[in-house]
T-cell receptor, first 117, second 112 residues
Framework: DGGITQSPKYLFRKEGQNVTLSCEQNLNHDAMYWYRQDPGQGLRLIYYSQIVNDFQKGDIAEGYSVSREKKESFPLTVTSAQKNPTAFYLC????????????????FGPGTRLTVL | KNQVEQSPQSLIILEGKNCTLQCNYTVSPFSNLRWYKQDTGRGPVSLTIMTFSENTKSNRRYTATLDADTKQSSLHITASQLSDSASYICVVSAWGWGKFQFGAGTQVVVTP
């Protein structure tokens, strides 16, 4: 899991609630990412941030929001607008997000499993 | 359409046996290909990375191959152990912004 932590490990949400997933890294990486993982599918990109105070929508951003006020932190909020939020959420970071070079490995956190009650 | 296809979806092997996982991709322009191992309920961990000019790379009992002409990669597990039970994910990167394309993974179960 490297130097990335995610909390909580398990999260339960009631219908209509917003919940926030935490992601912190101490690797001094510029880029951070949020992915959603569903059974039988590859990881899908929700949001990414290449640098502090900047972030971009990924492939499935609807119903999610993020902030990047600090280099170390990239919290993800799952809003009530996300109709099917039950999934495993993975946060990752890489040295830089500008180029997919040889050394630009993504390091993943341990994940948060979100379940809607 | 997914730009990274993995096969098989799942396989069961006996402890001590070998197995090979496949990854076909259409990502272009190709930068590099990584194989990750993901234990159940955990985040993926990188096993190998291969660039355009590399054909083979090994990491302990894991050997990855890459044919950039046919856009195919394989991951060979030698003398499997119970701890090899996991999902193995192929990730391909394109030059440019650095977006990573993920395969759906192959679920490997090693039985005693």
């Amino acid at each position: 899991d490297g130097g990335i932590t995610q909390s909580p490990k398990y999260l339960f949400r009631k219908e209509g609630q917003n919940v926030t997933l935490s992601c912190e890294q101490n690797l001094n990486h510029d880029a951070m990412y949020w992915y959603r993982q569903d059974p039988g599918q590859g990881l899908r990109l929700i949001y990414y941030s290449q640098i502090v105070n900047d972030f971009q929508k990924g492939d499935i951003a609807e119903g999610y929001s993020v902030s990047r006020e600090k280099k170390e932190s990239f919290p993800l909020t799952v809003t009530s607008a996300q109709k099917n939020p039950t999934a495993f959420y993975l946060c990752a970071s890489s040295i830089e997000g500008g180029l997919a070079g040889d050394g630009n490995e993504q390091f993943f956190g341990p994940g948060t499993r979100l379940t809607v009650l | 359409k997914n730009q990274v296809e993995q096969s098989p979806q799942s396989l069961i092997i006996l402890e001590g046996k070998n197995c090979t996982l496949q990854c076909n991709y259409t990502v272009s322009p190709f930068s590099n290909l990584r194989w990750y191992k993901q234990d159940t309920g955990r985040g993926p961990v990188s096993l190998t990375i291969m660039t355009f000019s590399e054909n083979t790379k090994s990491n302990r009992r894991y050997t990855a191959t890459l044919d950039a002409d046919t856009k195919q990669s394989s991951l060979h597990i030698t003398a499997s152990q119970l701890s090899d039970s996991a999902s193995y994910i192929c990730v391909v990167s394109a030059w440019g912004w650095g977006k990573f394309q993920f395969g759906a993974g192959t679920q490997v179960v090693v039985t005693p």
